[in-house]
C-alpha cells in the first residue's frame, strides 16, 4: 500500500504564549550580575553628590569624587568594555562641572602618552621583522639550563628587563621588552592547553617584566622621570645646596632596586613557580632545539641592523637629553622645549622613510602594520591622566595635602616607611607618577621644617616620597608600565593584587631600612645651609 509522507502543519496546532518582558529566575537576562554592576557605577556617584560633604565648600571635589567612584566601579567589574569606560571622562568631567571638554581632551593626547605612541609603533617594527624572536631564543639560551630550570629562566628574563630599564624610561623599556618575554611565552602552549604550571609560569614572567622595569628605573637618575622631577625640586628649594649627581643617586638607589628585585623574584617563584614546573617546561623548552633555531635565523638582514639602530639611537637620545645639573643634555640647545616624547615619536616616523631592502620602495614600517597597535592602552592612560588633572584643577589636592600633616608628629625612625606607604597608596590611583611625586614632594619640604627643629635633611624625606610613587604594583591604572603588562591579556587585576601587595609591602619594608642607614651616609643627616 502506498504511503503518504505526514504533511507539516502550516501553523502551529497550538501557539505557545509570549514569554514575559520581566522574567525574575537565575536565568533573568535583564537582572543579572552585569546589569547591577552597569547600574551600581551612577549609583554611587548619585550617593556621593547627595550624602557626601566634605566640608570644603567646594562642590568640583565632591562630584570628582563621586565620578571617580563611577569610573573605578567600572573599571574593576568590567561592567562595559575597559576603553568604554576610558572614555568616559570625556563627558563625565565637563557635565559634572570637574574640567571643560578642551581640558580633558588634551589628557588623551600629552606628552607620555606621545612617547608611549612612538614607543608601540617601534615595538610593532620589531615584532614585525622578528627580532623579538631573536632575542627571546637568546636569552632563553642563556638561562634555561639544561634540564630546564624555571626559576633561573625567569631570574635571567626579569634581569634583562631592569637592566634596560635602568637606562630608559620604564614605559620605553616595557614597551621593548614585553615582546621579548611573549615571544619566550609563545613556545608553550596556551593557558587551559597544557599542564596549569605552564600557565602559571606564563602570569610569573608577564608580572616580572611588568615589575622589573619600575625596579630598574629606580636605580639611575635616567630610568624614570619621577627622579628627574626630585632632582628640578631639589634645585628649586635648596639653590645653594649639593645636587644630586648620577653617581650619588646611584650609590643609594642600585642597592635598593637589587633587594627589591630579588624580593620580586622570590615572590614570584612562591606563588607562580612549582617543583614541578621544569618537568612541565622540559617538553617545550630543549636548549639542543633552542641553538638549532637560533642558527636556522641566520644573520641579520638589513632591516633588523636598521631597526635596532633606530632603537640604539633612541635610547642615547633619551639618556643624554637631560642628564643632571652639572652635565646638561642636548635638550639645552632646543631650551627645553623637546621631550622624551618628541623624541620617540621623530624616530618613529624614520621608520617609515628608511627602506627595508627587501622589496623596491618598501619601507621599515607601513602604517596598515600599525592597525595593531593598541588604542585601549592609549585610552587606559589618557583616563588616568584626565583623573590626575582632575584632583589637581578640582583643588583636591589641597584636601590630600591637609590630610598628610599627620605625619609630622611621627617619630623620625618612622617616617621613611610611612611617607613611602602614602605615596605608594597614592599613586595606584594616579597614573603619573610624575603626577603624584610633583603633588607629594612640596608637602614633604615643608614637613621637614616642623621634624628636628628644621635640622633634618629634607632628602630623608623627600627620597622615599619620590621612590614611593614608584611602587604602583597593585593596579593597571598605577602606572603605564603595569599597562603595557596587562595588556597582553595574560595576566589579571587579581594577578596583580596578589603579587603587588606582598611586593609593595617588602619594597616599603627595604626603604624603612636603608634610608636611615646607607641613606644618611649617601645624603648626609643634617639640613643643608
Known sequence: METHPTKTPLLPLHTPPPPPIFQFSPNCTLFNKNTLCLVLGPLLCLLTWLFLDLGSGREPDRNLIGVLGWIFEWWISEAVPMPVTSMSPLFLFPMFGVASAGEVAKSYMNDVIALVLGSFILALAIERYNIHRRLALNITVAFCGDPVQPRLLLLGICGTAAFVSMWMSNIAAAVMMMPVATGVLQRLPAEGDGPPEIGRFSKA?????????????????????????????????????????????FMFGFPLALVIFFAMWAILCFYYVSHKSGSALADYLDKAHLKRELALLGPMSFAEKMILAVFGMLVVLWMTRNITDEIPGWGTLFHGRVSDGTVSVMMATLLFIIPNKKREGEKLMDWSACKHLPFDILLLLGAGFAIADGIRATGLADSLSVALSFLSAAPHLALAPLICLVSATLT????????????????????????????????????????????AFMLPTGTPSNVVGFGTGRVGIGDMVRVGAPLKVASVAALALLMPTLGVAVFGANRPS
Not at 208 to 236: E, I, K, P, R
Not at 440 to 464: E, H, T
Open 205 to 249: 614572567v608577564v608580572l616580572g617584566v611588568t615589575y622589573s622595569v619600575a625596579v630598574g628605573g629606580m636605580s639611575t637618575l635616567t630610568g624614570t622621570g619621577v627622579n628627574l622631577v626630585l632632582v628640578g625640586m631639589w634645585g628649586t628649594y635648596f639653590p645653594g645646596a649639593r645636587p644630586i649627581s648620577f653617581s650619588t643617586w
Open 428 to 471: 595606584e590611583f594616579i597614573t603619573s607618577n610624575a603626577a603624584a611625586t610633583t603633588l607629594v614632594l612640596p608637602i614633604l619640604v615643608r614637613l621637614s621644617d616642623a621634624v628636628g627643629s628644621g635640622d633634618m635633611n629634607p632628602l630623608l624625606l623627600m627620597v622615599p616620597g619620590c621612590i614611593g610613587t614608584q611602587f
